[in-house]
């Protein structure tokens, strides 16, 4: 079997060609396609887990409630379980998308000791997570048919702490424009746009969380956002 190598993870030849070929916003589509979920997980709009129970299906966490609280030496902890039905090659993967954030964040997710707030890293159907701090015992969804990749876990982890996805920013139109008439009708809602609190940052068009261009498009030469320069 041929193989490919990133940062120190071996990966069987066609994961790696799909890794270089496909987008996050594609790998998501392709590993949550046709999912049939078990009673006991969530109800899941898209890759986003909503907690009905608590009145939290509409909430997008644009509010200060919902974020992971910032200590006295200004990191963010945000504690963390894992699955034991990873193997070896899958928990690197996950612990590299973990430790990427330290580098050039202040969040910091550490191994849970006994915090009541916490993710839990499992391999359910497909890919998902809430969005922000649920309160006590979370699911982070990293199904190992279709889940593990370095920005599919950023990804994910990055709904965790509150982000949603870069498309649907209050702000968009000012850098994208959505072709809705391009769009599969069930899939429009990944275009709804939610009130975030940008605090000033710079729309990012090469983030894991904006989906590809042609994502959910009828007509993929036409796509189903533009932007000037083709930026994305």
Same mark, same amino acid.
């Given at each position: 079997? #041929?193989?490919?190598?990133?940062?120190?993870?071996?990966?069987?030849?066609?994961?790696?060609?799909?890794?270089?070929?496909?987008?996050?916003?594609?790998?998501?589509?392709?590993?949550?396609?046709?999912?049939?979920?078990?009673?006991?997980?969530?109800?899941?709009?898209?890759?986003?887990?909503?907690?009905?129970?608590?009145?939290?299906?509409?909430?997008?966490?644009?509010?200060?409630?919902?974020?992971?609280?910032?200590?006295?030496?200004?990191?963010?902890?945000?504690?963390?379980?894992?699955?034991?039905?990873?193997?070896?090659?899958?928990?690197?993967?996950?612990?590299?998308?973990?430790?990427?954030?330290?580098?050039?964040?202040?969040?910091?997710?550490?191994? +849970?000791?006994?915090?009541?707030?916490?993710?839990?890293?499992?391999? +359910?159907?497909?890919?998902?997570?809430?969005?922000?701090?649920?309160?006590?015992?979370?699911?982070?969804?990293?199904? +190992?048919?279709?889940?593990?990749?370095?920005?599919?876990?950023? #990804?994910?982890?990055?709904?965790?702490?509150?982000?949603?996805?870069?498309?649907?920013?209050?702000?968009?139109?000012?850098?994208?424009?959505?072709?809705?008439?391009?769009?599969?009708?069930?899939?429009?809602?990944?275009?709804?746009?939610?009130?975030?609190?940008?605090? =000033?940052?710079?729309?990012?068009?090469?983030?894991?969380?904006?989906?590809?261009?042609?994502?959910?498009?009828?007509? $993929?030469?036409? =796509?189903?956002?533009?932007?000037? #320069? $083709?930026?994305?």
């Amino acid at each position: 079997m #041929h193989t490919g190598k990133k940062a120190g993870v071996v990966f069987p030849a066609e994961q790696f060609h799909m890794i270089l070929v496909l987008s996050v916003g594609e790998l998501l589509e392709r590993a949550n396609r046709d999912i049939v979920r078990s009673p006991d997980e969530p109800t899941v709009v898209g890759d986003i887990a909503v907690d009905v129970e608590n009145g939290r299906n509409a909430d997008p966490c644009t509010s200060t409630g919902c974020k992971w609280p910032k200590y006295s030496d200004g990191l963010v902890y945000v504690p963390y379980v894992i699955a034991n039905h990873f193997t070896s090659r899958e928990l690197q993967v996950i612990q590299r998308g973990l430790d990427s954030f330290a580098s050039v964040t202040c969040i910091r997710f550490v191994p +849970r000791y006994n915090e009541r707030d916490y993710i839990s890293i499992e391999s +359910r159907s497909g890919c998902y997570s809430y969005v922000g701090r649920l309160g006590y015992g979370q699911t982070v969804s990293l199904d +190992r048919s279709g889940c593990i990749y370095h920005n599919t876990v950023q #990804h994910e982890l990055l709904h965790a702490l509150g982000f949603n996805h870069e498309q649907t920013r209050s702000d968009r139109d000012n850098h994208i424009r959505v072709v809705w008439e391009n769009i599969i009708e069930d899939m429009k809602y990944n275009f709804d746009k939610i009130a975030t609190l940008n605090q =000033g940052t710079p729309y990012d068009y090469d983030s894991v969380m904006q989906y590809h261009r042609t994502a959910f498009s009828k007509n $993929e030469s036409t =796509g189903s956002m533009s932007a000037e #320069h $083709e930026k994305i």
